[in-house]
């Protein structure tokens, strides 16, 4: 991604970790909707147990990235646990690890 702000994760500074060098690799994980989120209907789900959700493609993204440049197309409705997802944060940091060795073992993207 380009443009960390445009890919609509928080304002954490994350040293080596950019959102510019990552294949949003956070927008694979479940993102439940808060009640005050203004998101596009059709863009959402809901679990099993009823939960609203982001809705998601048959590899896992949120169905709000945008394929070809790994950047949010809903920026300024995005989720609040999307404005709240620190770039560079542990939990960022945990699922780039992951991803990351799961890539050089070659074990396909699994859903989060
Ligand atoms: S996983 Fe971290 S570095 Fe990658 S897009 Fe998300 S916030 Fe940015
Ligand atoms: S709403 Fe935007 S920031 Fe949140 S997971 Fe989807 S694409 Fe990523």
Sequence with gaps: MKDAKACGHGDGTGD????????????????????DDRVPGHLTARTERGLPVMARDEEGWCVAVDPLRMCCTIYDQRPAVCRKFAMG???CREIRTTHH?????GIPLTMY
């Design 101 to 105: 060795a799961q890539l050089r073992r």
């Design 89 to 91: 944060g542990p939990y």
């Design 16 to 35: 080596e970790v950019s959102c510019g060098r990552c294949d949003a690799i956070c927008c694979r994980l479940t993102v439940v909707l808060d009640p």
